[in-house]
């Protein structure tokens, strides 16, 4: 109301002054405004009028934007540059902290003004089991080939990871997941992401709005992101967004703008024209740079960085806890509606993490998102964010529900957080075995650890977990799930732009990498001349068999020299690897978008060294001077130069480390020297024998240099017969060495190549689409029992040790007959600190060094 007050005032005030404005002039006459604010409005309503009479598809691409020399432009969503971008978020969101909530709520509001339902996902987990197979002792050593051999026996013990866990994640409300440390939260995030390793055994059902995750593609549907950073190091923050957003698409948001776009012109309502832009510039697909990473920049606080580079090991980049914001951006850029987060804060202060978890509160809220972030040890301020709580603790959750309940939950079990404690501090806490015992508050009543499954039991007795219980029973009806809020397309985009995605990120990287090739090129440059005066004509005769072989060795030589030019294949794919692999898994693309690209745009550059070394060599070693057979070495050199590219990739991809790869990489370039039928002959005494000689017939190389001979030696130079001979020079030196001298073999050993090329990138692009990261962890457990284990329930002995003396021992044992004696005795009163300090008493403070004060001047 205040609002159309306000419209309505400045609107008379509008008139008032349109009125008058004949009226005031200038000494010089000229008007004081030269156009009113009035015509301004005409205008635009005029624009807005002949935008709404354009057919649906053309209407969802125009909007209309204010310039800023003031007035209102037309323009098409798709050719907004960076500077309307730029003016466009700052009108919208001047300061992330103070203006992103109003920005949603006018997103919000439009939608709700014309009566659209937004999608929302409940997700259910109920009977959920998770275990593994661990490796006892030394059987985490690579002993498996011993065990199978029965050398060796298996010690393999079974380790649950989460143990019989229910529960459920509401839209609109913000989830906090807590736990210490291998207490299941991260399988717990990735279970109800969908994303969980196949070698787990899993039992129980996870379902989103009541569809079991093989009724939709839950990595499109939720978004996992992960305590990890992977990134491309030559990228900058904007590129690695602006890659994200255009792989994950725009998921239901041209849909939705395109029925919000119908029904507001049908109740001829006009919306805020920088919504309108924001809106349709979101939901157009396609674009190298969406104005959804710009927004996600902002509110982030990547903006002071989005055009430096992420960087790694090598690179210098940007800061550990920039790259942790990235790693969240990355997804956030998506369409995904349920937010799964690990760890996100993990290199952030606490203002930061403040920012950012705000943001992700006013999202959730607004929109009815769904998400669970696990936080680490979050501040007060950021903990007091989250509506609910979840609580892990060795595999079992220990409560589940709102924020506001939790404390009355573990009071009812005994323990109380003490005033000055971080809520979420004592949460982590309160069910570790050597913490637990300082909150205990029952002065009247002997202390006991208290195990996370009395928790788990006891959380269902609370008046929370009855009502959980309760809603679980109540089975979600499918028919009131939104048809667009689970997602059943594996990718975001159509094939087309996938591939067109991966093409530019590829050049750009080749772009980056450009002083990789320049390398390649000056090394050739600089072989060449060595070949050159190592190879040179003037020195070069054909007068017998043992010149012919000079001229073998100076082509096996050019041949060798091609050959290793495919090395760098090898570090450069493995480097890029585990991003790959975390995009592939993601459903970003298949896996033949990013293995294509990385042929294709090789070609130009096998053109170039090729070029290089041959037009440098051949007329100076004293070749054939015959032009047509210049470009027929050529030609065949080219198909060797992408045949090894090929190999080493696909050595890369089936590797995944970079020493294995080296390695093997190392071992098929000998393998395939031997075999290639210069160094040992096909045919000769003592040479390739014919157990093996299969491995001549499968030796890429060896068709390529076959090729080769003949085109050298069928040429007119060596036409001539030699002393003693009726055969030409070139076919007896063919024969000298058992190369076939038929002119059919130089297209054969062409073909040969071609298909070389063709099956090894497509080995690569297999083993890329089923392979897994090298170096799967293994859980492991040590020989030695748990001390911890008692039949008490106390603990163990806590051990601590000086130089001096190893006698000073305690158990919580001894602690808790302490505690009932201070209990008993009434001489002293007893505060909720006695336990604390018995122990610490107890203990005592044993420091295995001795103090130094340390100065530091200038």
């Not at 606080?301 to 960087?311: I, K, N, P, R, S």
């Not at 806890?321 to 790693?327: D, E, F, N, W, Y």
Request: proline share 3%; glycine share 8%.
């Amino acid at each position: 109301m205040e609002g159309g007050n306000i419209y309505e005032a400045s609107s008379s005030l509008r008139r008032s002054i349109g009125s008058g404005s004949s009226s005031i002039r200038r000494n010089n006459g000229i008007e004081v405004f030269s156009r009113s604010s009035r015509d301004e409005d005409d205008e635009e309503a005029l624009k807005w009028a002949a935008l709404e009479k354009l057919p649906t598809v053309a209407r969802l691409r125009k909007g209309i934007l204010a310039s800023s020399q003031g007035g209102a432009n037309e323009i098409d969503v798709l050719d907004i540059g960076w500077q309307e971008r730029k003016a466009l978020l700052e009108r919208l969101i001047k300061v992330a902290e103070e203006d992103n909530d109003k920005f949603l709520f006018k997103l919000k509001n439009r939608i709700d003004r014309v009566g659209i339902d937004l999608p929302t996902i409940e997700v259910r987990f109920q009977r959920l089991n998770i275990e593994a197979q661990a490796y006892v002792g030394s059987d985490a050593l690579p002993t498996s080939c011993l065990i199978e051999m029965g050398l060796l026996s298996s010690r393999k013990k079974k380790l649950t990871i989460l143990k019989d866990v229910s529960g459920i994640i509401k839209p609109g409300r913000m989830t906090l997941l807590l736990g210490p440390p291998s207490s299941g939260k991260t399988t717990l995030l990735l279970a109800l992401a969908g994303k969980l390793d196949t070698a787990l055994k899993c039992s129980g059902t996870v379902t989103y709005n009541g569809h079991e995750m093989n009724e939709f593609v839950p990595q499109r549907t939720a978004a996992y992101i992960s305590q990890h950073d992977l990134h491309i190091g030559e990228m900058t923050v904007r590129e690695t967004f602006a890659f994200s957003a255009r792989c994950q698409g725009v998921g239901d948001r041209y849909d939705m703008l395109a029925e919000l776009s119908r029904r507001e012109k049908q109740a001829n309502i006009k919306p805020d024209p920088d919504i309108d832009v924001f809106m349709k510039a979101a939901a157009t697909e396609g674009q190298e740079v969406n104005v959804i990473t710009d927004y996600i920049l902002k509110i982030l606080g990547l903006e002071v960085c989005a055009d430096t580079m992420v960087g790694d090991e090598m690179l210098r980049g940007i800061s550990g806890g920039q790259k942790k914001r990235v790693t969240t951006g990355e997804m956030l850029v998506g369409p995904a509606k349920a937010l799964f987060m690990d760890e996100i804060s993990t290199g952030l202060d606490s203002s930061t993490t403040f920012q950012i978890v705000n943001s992700l509160k006013q999202t959730v809220h607004i929109l009815n998102g769904t998400a669970v972030i696990s936080l680490l040890q979050p501040a007060p301020e950021a903990y007091d964010l989250f509506d609910d709580i979840i609580l892990l603790s060795d595999g079992r959750i220990v409560y589940q529900g709102p924020r506001e309940h939790v404390l009355s939950f573990f009071e009812s079990m005994g323990f109380r957080c003490p005033e000055r404690k971080g809520v979420a501090d004592f949460l982590q806490e309160v069910t570790s075995r050597k913490d637990q015992m300082q909150y205990w508050a029952r002065r009247d009543q002997p202390y006991r650890f208290v195990t996370a499954d009395e928790f788990a039991e006891a959380f269902q007795s609370f008046h929370v977990g009855l009502q959980l219980e309760d809603e679980l029973r109540t089975p979600f009806e499918k028919a009131k799930s939104h048809p667009a809020a689970l997602t059943t397309k594996k990718y975001g985009v159509g094939k087309w732009e996938l591939l067109k995605a991966n093409v530019l990120r590829e050049f750009l990287l080749m772009k980056r990498n450009s002083f990789v090739y320049i390398f390649i090129f000056m090394q050739l440059t600089f072989m060449a001349i060595v070949s050159m005066t190592l190879f040179f004509r003037t020195e070069m005769n054909r007068d017998s068999i043992a010149d012919g072989g000079i001229y073998m060795g100076a082509i096996f030589f050019g041949l060798t020299m091609v050959m290793f030019n495919g090395m760098p294949e090898i570090s450069m794919t493995v480097a890029k690897l585990p991003v790959f692999f975390k995009q592939r898994d993601l459903l970003f693309f298949p896996a033949w978008a990013y293995a294509l690209p990385r042929w294709i745009l090789k070609i130009p550059i096998s053109f170039i060294e090729v070029a290089i070394w041959v037009f440098l060599t051949y007329y100076v070693i004293g070749f054939d001077p015959n032009v047509e057979r210049l470009f027929r070495q050529y030609f065949i050199l080219l198909l060797v130069n992408q045949m090894s590219s090929g190999l080493f990739r696909f050595i890369a991809a089936s590797a995944r480390n970079m020493t294995i790869a080296n390695t093997f990489g190392s071992f098929a370039l000998l393998i395939l020297f031997a075999l290639s039928g210069f160094i040992l002959a096909k045919g000769m005494i003592n040479d390739i024998k014919s157990w093996w000689i299969w491995g001549y017939w499968i030796s890429p190389m060896m068709y390529g240099q076959s090729a080769l001979m003949v085109n050298e030696f069928r040429g007119h130079q060596w036409s001539h017969s030699l002393p003693g001979s009726t055969e030409p020079a070139g076919i007896e030196v063919l024969n000298s060495r058992d190369f076939f001298h038929e002119p059919k073999w130089y297209w054969i050993g062409a073909g040969g190549l071609i298909g070389f090329i063709i099956l090894l990138n497509f080995c690569f692009t297999v083993a890329l689409t089923y392979l897994k990261p090298f170096g799967s962890s293994r859980a492991v457990i040590s020989e030695q029992t748990d001390s911890n284990e008692q039949t008490n329930g106390v603990g163990g002995s806590i051990q601590l040790t000086n130089n001096e003396s190893s006698s000073n021992r305690v158990t919580n044992l001894e602690i808790q007959e302490e505690v009932q004696r201070s209990i008993s005795s009434k001489s002293s009163s007893v505060t909720e600190a006695t336990v604390g300090d018995i122990a610490i008493k107890k203990r005592g403070m044993v420091l295995p060094f001795e103090p130094h004060s340390i100065t530091f001047d200038n």
